[in-house]
């Protein structure tokens, strides 16, 4: 099956700091998805991207689908953004995820 | 509705106990899909429907475990016997075109 692997697997940063939080595939696609998952639990839709660039406000995001991997752009970060940070991705309307990126930021 | 909505938010039951989580998806979308997750992890595949046709039970643990989606909108998902290793967060999420939108999600307990 399809491999997802996501990097760094923890991230500690200061307030204000910027992040790329990369995940890589294994295999060819149809959707990509990157999910926010705060420390109260809710699981955030960010982006689906399954090709391009997308923005939204400090977050940003690129699908490189030839070449298989994703990265999520997180600038002038701030302590909201902590929490857990998946990519999944789609074949035949099955999600598979990675292992998330847990971010913590600093105040 | 506007957004995916789940019921109980919480449910403590006791070793045994049959349950019934309940999900109300966006309004229009032809898919639903249930997630279990635990803590620290991603979410991982229950069960798919396209309308009310249950595409996909892979991931449904065992046999105490079914869904069912009888008029292709809400769905419930039942665990018969309930065991301890039960106990997670039981998501609900649906689409219409690709993207998953996701409920705040069930949080089964068992004593």
């Known amino acids: 099956g399809i491999q997802v692997e996501q990097s760094p697997p923890d991230l500690i940063l200061q307030e204000g700091a910027n992040s790329t939080l990369r995940c890589n595939f294994s295999d060819s696609v149809n959707n990509l998805q990157w999910f926010h998952q705060n420390p109260w639990g809710q699981l955030i839709n960010l982006f689906y991207?399954?090709?391009?660039?997308k923005q939204n406000g400090r977050l940003s995001a690129t699908t490189v689908a030839t070449e298989r991997y994703s990265l999520l752009y997180i600038s002038s970060s701030q302590t909201t953004d902590s929490g857990v940070y998946f990519c999944?991705?789609?074949?035949?309307?099955?999600?598979?995820w990675g292992a998330g990126t847990k971010l913590i930021i600093k105040p | 509705g506007a957004g995916v909505s789940q019921s109980p938010r919480y449910k403590v039951t006791k070793r045994g106990q049959d349950v019934a989580l309940r999900c109300d998806p966006i309004s229009g979308h032809v898919s639903l899909y249930w997630y279990r997750q635990a803590l620290g992890q991603g979410p991982e595949f229950l069960t798919y429907?396209?309308?009310?046709?249950?595409?996909?039970k892979s991931g449904l643990p065992n046999d105490r475990f079914s869904a069912e989606r009888p008029e292709g909108s809400i769905s419930t998902l039942t665990i018969q016997r309930t065991e301890q290793r039960d106990s997670a967060m039981y998501r609900c999420?649906?689409?219409?075109?690709?993207?998953?939108?996701f409920g705040e999600g069930s949080r089964l307990t068992v004593l």
């Open positions: 991207i399954p090709s391009g660039t």
């Open positions: 999420a649906s689409s219409s075109g690709g993207e998953l939108f």
């Open positions: 429907f396209n309308y009310e046709a249950q595409q996909d």
């Open positions: 999944a991705v789609e074949r035949n309307y099955q999600l598979i």
